[in-house]
């Protein structure tokens, strides 16, 4: 039971191009959504994070645009250098709940 | 500096050998949380602990134990039932009820 679903799989962009990773949800009753970076033999690092009262955040190269409407959220990567080239998770969790969902991950790949 | 440590960094089982991976944080975060992350199938969530000596099931159970005696210490037994142990296995904390989780570095484990 996947309750965030994250696309794409894998994603292949050139230096100084724009990367976007995907999600979506299905219960209402999540009102934090993260975003986690992840280097090969590494654990996740928080990388951004929404609240849905806003709709986007934006923290130097990474933007979170956030539609609550269609219970979607996407992570937009710009200027992608190959130093981002990493797995990139996000999530969702429920405020009085420690319970955090993961999406399936993103494989990004940013060719020099 | 505050922090998750997992060790050992490897650890090689032999088939029918239960294992323990470790998991020690010094955030004085109330919850833990284990994980096994599998190429492709993102974040597992295995056992939680919201407290010590309280502990929960999470998504994929079955041939894991843990035990949760001190609020620093939350180890992983990965026992002989377990019959696809090769993974890799994340060890996250939390404040109850407050959002994002920080997660150690990840614990590698290979039946041999």
């Known amino acids: 039971q996947q309750q965030v679903k994250q696309s794409p799989q894998s994603l292949i962009v050139q230096k100084g191009g724009i990367s976007i990773i995907n999600c979506a949800y299905e219960?209402?009753?999540?009102?934090?959504f993260p975003w986690y970076q992840q280097f090969p033999g590494k654990g996740p690092a928080l990388l951004i994070a929404?609240?849905?009262?806003?709709s986007e955040k934006k923290e130097g190269r990474f933007t979170i645009s956030f539609n609550k409407s269609a219970k979607q959220f996407s992570l937009h990567i710009m200027d992608s250098q190959p130093g981002d080239s990493a797995t990139y998770f996000c999530a969702a969790q429920v405020a009085n709940n420690n319970d955090m969902r993961f999406g399936a991950g993103t494989r990004l790949t940013v060719k020099p | 500096d505050g922090g998750i440590t997992q060790s050992p960094k490897y650890l090689f089982r032999k088939e029918g050998q239960n294992v323990t991976l470790s998991c020690e944080q010094n955030?004085?975060?109330?919850?833990m949380y284990w994980y096994r992350q599998d190429p492709g199938q993102g974040l597992r969530l295995i056992y939680y602990s919201q407290i010590v000596n309280d502990f929960q099931k999470g998504d994929i159970a079955e041939g894991y134990s843990v035990s949760r005696e001190k609020k620093e210490s939350f180890p992983l037994t990965v026992t002989s039932a377990q019959k696809n142990p090769t993974a890799f296995y994340l060890c996250a904390s939390s404040i109850t009820f407050a959002y994002g989780y920080t997660f150690g570095s990840g614990t590698r484990l290979t039946v041999v």
């Open positions: 219960n209402t009753a999540f009102d934090y």
């Open positions: 929404i609240r849905p009262d806003v």
């Open positions: 955030l004085n975060h109330d919850a």
